[in-house]
T-cell receptor
Framework: DAGVTQSPTHLIKTRGQHVTLRCSPI?????VSWYQQVLGQGPQFIFQ???????GRGNFPDRFSARQFPNYSSELNVNALLLGDSALYLC?????????????FGPGTRLTVT | DQQVKQNSPSLSVQEGRISILNCDYT??????FLWYKKYPAEGPTFLIS?????DKNEDGRFTVFLNKSAKHLSLHIVPSQPGDSAVYFC????????????FGKGTKLSVIP
């Protein structure tokens, strides 16, 4: 079975630009979460979507937004990019939303903002 | 304010010996804990989990122990293999209906052949 897939693998953007990252969950999984991992830190929660609705949002500015499509794939959008947005962006899927459900991660998108 | 703390940034262990990775937490609402392994240029891979109603969970070479009173958990790998060399993250959910995983900063394990 295919795991979580993310595209693109790498991305270089300039400050002030906009970026869209994409994620396809494991087949049958209805929940998608997004995390940001900067060097030397653990992943930080950004959003979770379940059945196309936002279930939760972490401590990130409004420049970050996301959505989930009817096929449960998801997009993460970041506007007005800052140098500090350079990070590995991870997508994770789970069967449902909620505690005690393991989240399975994709390989990530490495975003570099110059 | 780190709610999940992995105080050892790195650990080196001889092949065949036991690796013990530690994790402390401060949020008493955490009720489900997970360990992930991460290789460079890959996403975290789920290893093993434990509910707060248990104190031990075992899966092959991996065992997780939970001490609720001390707010401490540990991951034991026996025997350690060179392929286990990776960064290990401890993560936690806080209560029923929680959807957000809170991660520690990770511990880099090196298994020396």
């Amino acid at each position: 079975d295919a795991g979580v897939t993310q595209s693109p693998t790498h991305l270089i953007k300039t400050r002030g630009q906009h970026v869209t990252l994409r994620c396809s969950p494991i087949s049958g999984h209805k929940s998608v979460s997004w995390y940001q991992q900067v060097l030397g830190q653990g992943p930080q929660f950004i959003f979770q979507y379940y059945e196309k609705e936002e279930r939760g949002r972490g401590n990130f500015p409004d420049r970050f937004s996301a959505r989930q499509f009817p096929n449960y794939s998801s997009e993460l959008n970041v506007n007005a990019l800052l140098l500090g947005d350079s990070a590995l962006y991870l997508c994770a899927s789970s069967l449902v939303s909620g505690s005690s459900y393991e989240q399975y991660f994709g390989p990530g998108t490495r975003l570099t903002v110059t | 304010d780190q709610q999940v703390k992995q105080n050892s940034p790195s650990l080196s262990v001889q092949e065949g010996r036991i690796s013990i990775l530690n994790c402390d937490y401060t949020n008493s609402m955490f009720d489900y804990f997970l360990w992930y392994k991460k290789y460079p240029a890959e996403g975290p891979t789920f290893l093993i989990s434990i509910s707060s109603i248990k104190d031990k969970n075992e899966d092959g070479r991996f065992t997780v122990f939970l001490n609720k009173s001390a707010k401490h958990l540990s991951l034991h790998i026996v025997p350690s293999q060179p392929g286990d060399s990776a960064v290990y993250f401890c993560a936690a959910y806080s209560g029923a209906g929680s959807y957000q995983l809170t991660f520690g900063k990770g511990t880099k394990l090196s298994v020396i052949p």
